[in-house]
């Protein structure tokens, strides 16, 4: 699994979460556990949201809207094409696909807005198993 190699790169940035927020599906469970295993995030923390296996862009938006009008700073874990399509969307980058495991770094002025804010987040990284340096 190389989800503890992600998190040991996630700290290296120091960028932690105040919310850790999942799909509720095996793959994406021990995803998110070994996340935050990795960066000090308790799990009994992460929230796991049904809607985020079974729903679309839309969802994935308001969830991340949802959570961010409460805090400054969430991981998201879910499922392809969506969370390629959602990170594209809000980057106004192409990804093209983000494979297992990548990770995505996107800031925002605002804490609302997500469905009308295409493009206007600033990409800060993305990050991948595969990808040699960071």
Not at 17 to 39: F, Q
Request: glycine residues 12%.
């Amino acid at each position: 699994m190389n989800a503890p190699y992600m998190a040991g790169r996630i700290s290296m940035r120091n960028i932690f979460p105040d919310r850790i927020v999942s799909s509720p599906a095996l793959r994406a469970r021990k995803t998110a556990r070994s996340i935050a295993a990795g960066i000090g995030y308790r799990k009994g923390k992460i929230i796991y949201d049904r809607g985020l296996y079974f729903s679309g862009f839309s969802y994935f938006l308001s969830v991340a809207e949802c959570y961010l009008n409460k805090v400054d700073r969430i991981f998201m874990v879910g499922h392809n094409s969506v969370i390629t399509d959602v990170a594209e969307y809000l980057s106004g980058e192409t990804f093209d696909n983000i494979p297992t495991c990548g990770i995505v770094g996107i800031a925002f002025r605002g804490k609302s807005g997500f469905q009308q804010a295409g493009g206007k987040g600033s990409l800060l990284f993305f990050d991948y198993p595969k990808k040699i340096s960071l």
